[in-house]
């Protein structure tokens, strides 16, 4: 594992996001909301089991 790929990554995508409020949004509102929904039916579901 290199480090200087890994900060490169990071760095690429800093860039990327810089230029788009919507691209920020879309990386933590939608993992966000299928956490929550899945979350939400995993509990629901597990109440019908013994």
Avoid: E
């Amino acid at each position: 594992m290199k480090w200087h790929r890994i900060y490169g990554m990071i760095l690429r995508y800093m860039y990327y996001f810089k230029h788009s409020f919507d691209r920020i949004s879309d990386t933590f509102y939608w993992p966000t909301l299928d956490l929550i929904m899945w979350g939400l039916t995993s509990v629901y579901a597990k109440s019908f089991m013994p």
